[in-house]
């Protein structure tokens, strides 16, 4: 059998599932099994991208997808992990999850739509590289001058 793909699912109790699909590839037979997440039970032969993770790689801009991919997939790969899911892709060096301040999460909410969530996943990915476990309005201004010109200015 070879692993098709991965979909995330979270339950009404809060569960996070993962339905991983496969194929058969000599009798075209196609399975999907839902395992609780991380127990793939040898079912996943390769690195793999889930749904969620796959299509926010997509949304980057093309100069950045495959540098930010190949980055993503060592890391996977140094951890003895197979499975790259969306919380993977925020992942700092630290290995905790990155929070969000509220204030932050009010003022990302005022982005145009069009360009909120690459405006999100810069943000994570810059939090990411530094290490850092939470997005500040503070790095919010930082990345908004670096790639604006519209930081505020302090005197």
Same mark, same amino acid.
């Given at each position: 059998?070879?692993?098709? /793909?991965?979909?995330?699912?979270?339950?009404?109790?809060? %569960?996070?599932?993962?339905?991983?699909?496969?194929? &058969?590839?000599? &009798?075209?037979?196609?399975?999907?099994?839902?395992?609780?997440?991380?127990?793939?039970?040898?079912? $996943?032969?390769?690195?793999?991208?889930?749904?969620?993770?796959?299509?926010?790689?997509?949304?980057?801009?093309?100069?950045?997808?495959?540098?930010?991919?190949?980055? +993503?997939?060592?890391?996977?790969?140094?951890? /003895?992990?197979?499975? +790259?899911?969306?919380?993977?892709?925020?992942?700092?060096?630290?290995?905790?999850?990155?929070?969000?301040?509220?204030?932050?999460?009010?003022?990302?909410?005022?982005?145009?739509?069009?360009?909120?969530?690459?405006?999100? $996943?810069?943000?994570?990915?810059?939090?990411?590289?530094?290490?850092?476990?939470? $997005?500040?309005?503070?790095?919010?201004?930082?990345?908004? %001058?670096?790639?604006?010109?519209?930081?505020?200015?302090?005197?």
């Amino acid at each position: 059998m070879h692993t098709e /793909g991965i979909e995330e699912r979270t339950y009404e109790d809060g %569960a996070l599932q993962w339905f991983i699909r496969l194929e &058969c590839r000599g &009798c075209g037979l196609k399975v999907g099994v839902d395992l609780p997440a991380g127990q793939m039970n040898n079912l $996943i032969d390769r690195i793999m991208w889930t749904d969620d993770a796959l299509h926010r790689l997509e949304r980057m801009p093309s100069y950045l997808g495959p540098l930010f991919r190949q980055e +993503v997939e060592q890391d996977v790969r140094a951890r /003895g992990e197979r499975v +790259v899911t969306y919380d993977v892709l925020i992942r700092p060096r630290t290995g905790e999850p990155i929070q969000w301040e509220p204030e932050a999460e009010r003022r990302l909410d005022n982005v145009p739509a069009p360009v909120r969530s690459m405006a999100k $996943i810069e943000l994570e990915r810059t939090a990411a590289e530094r290490g850092a476990v939470r $997005i500040t309005v503070a790095l919010m201004e930082e990345v908004k %001058a670096r790639y604006f010109g519209m930081g505020a200015q302090k005197g």
